[in-house]
């Protein structure tokens, strides 16, 4: 747990930081106000982050009709931090609200495409298959929902899991840990849950948003690795990646790791680890996640573009996107694939211009539709004048 760096307001606590208007310094003091588990940066180097940083004030886009500044789109969206990394090189990185680049901020559901990293750093040494059936790893499952489950089930989110995700998805925050509750109605904890729910249909079905499935690959990944997730995040992945300061991991009320939301990191390492996505999993000329891993983000699939068709998130003026080894496609075809989180997380990743682009917000509730349209509209523009 780092040092606390100023008192927190009486307002701010445990029980409301996830909410407006506490979550603008909460996000910042997560380990202040939920259990965490340190992921250790480990002792090497610094990544360097070479700058040529760029005036974008004036920078402007066309948004429903109109003419949108680029300050306004990040005032507009409550970003606490933006980095522009283009081909390797920072153009352009700013802070607001309470962070500071010293600061590690919730990644909410970005968590989901570090852990999928993992994944690929472990199918590459056998320790697993995405075909894999989750019992196999976790025999304590065989009589329970997610027998048939396959790895790539839950990587792809095509579990039969009975799930709303209007409700199940709040539940998530008092079940796991991310805020103090007397709620006596849920699972005591994340794995109690897991053990006791039951699913509305088969695996491999259509595409359905359930982070309690990337719960179970994080247990899965603990199980194979034969750690703490949080040290084999950093003993695998964080440490390798040149990052500049720790991160960390809420844990429940047992210990189990939240990796479904609950890493937070500085803005400046999101981006080093978005960096080694556009890199084909390189770091200093090492691969350190396969290259043909991250490669399938590249890959149109229509059985998954077909899952994804039915689902709340289908975008009929995005036909071909669709949700993959926990990454949002927005074009496999170019190669533009982003990690997404709710109040307005964001790693973008836009291979036709060689930029990664992390984005970390305070947004007032959890997902508006017209914010997330805003900012990714900011977002492809800026993309689109550096190609």
């Known amino acids: ?28 003091r997560v380990a202040e106000l939920a259990r965490t588990e340190r992921v250790s940066r480990g002792e090497g180097p610094v990544a360097e982050l070479p700058r040529a940083e760029r005036e974008l004030d004036s920078f402007a886009f066309e948004f429903e009709g109109t003419r949108v500044s680029w300050t306004s789109m990040l005032a507009e969206t409550f970003t606490d931090g933006l980095l522009v990394i283009h ?9 607001a609200g309470a962070m500071t680049p010293d600061d590690p ?46 790895i790539q089930h839950l990587l792809d989110m095509r579990t039969g899991t009975r799930w709303s995700y209007e409700r199940d998805e709040i539940d998530l925050f008092d079940v796991s840990g991310y805020r103090m509750t007397d709620r006596s109605d849920l699972p005591p904890d994340t ?11 088969r695996h491999g079905g259509p595409f359905r948003y359930v982070s309690l499935a990337n719960d179970v690959l994080g247990w ?26 720790d991160a960390a991991l809420i844990v429940d009320a047992a210990g189990f790791p939240v990796i479904e939301g609950g890493l937070c990191a500085t803005l400046r390492d999101l981006g080093r680890f978005g960096r080694l996505c556009l890199e084909e999993g390189r770091v200093a000329g090492r691969e350190l996640v396969p290259a043909d891993w991250l490669g399938r983000l590249r890959l149109v699939d229509r059985s998954l573009v077909d899952a994804f068709a039915g689902a709340p998130e289908f975008d009929p003026a995005r036909p071909e996107a669709f949700y993959h080894d926990q990454w949002w496609i927005d074009d496999a075809r170019r190669g533009v694939y982003a990690g997404l989180g709710i109040f307005g997380q964001v790693l973008w990743i836009h291979h036709p211009s060689r930029t990664v682009i992390a984005k970390l917000s305070s947004q007032p509730v959890a997902e508006d539709a017209r914010m997330w349209a805003l900012q990714r509209a900011g977002l492809m523009a800026l993309c689109e004048s550096l190609e």
């Not at 081909?87 to 802070?95: A, N, P, T």
């Not at 794995?191 to 249909?201: E, G, V």
Request: one cysteine or more.
């Open 105 to 150: 901020h919730l990644l909410m559901s970005v968590s989901k495409s570090i852990a999928s990293a993992l994944c690929g750093i472990y199918v590459q040494r056998g320790l697993l298959d995405p075909d894999d059936l989750v019992v196999e790893h976790l025999t304590e499952l065989r009589d329970t929902a997610w027998r048939g489950c396959t």
């Open 220 to 245: 899965v990944l603990e199980r194979v690795g034969g750690e703490r997730l949080s040290v084999l995040l950093s003993r695998d992945l964080w440490s390798a990646i040149g990052a500049e300061r």
């Open 87 to 95: 081909d390797g090189v920072v153009l352009f990185e700013r802070y």
């Open 191 to 201: 794995a109690a849950w897991i053990r006791s729910i039951d699913n509305s249909h």
């Open 1 to 28: 747990m780092r040092a606390v760096m100023e008192k927190l307001p009486a307002a701010v606590d445990s029980r409301n930081w996830l909410g407006p208007p506490h979550n603008r310094l909460g996000f910042v």
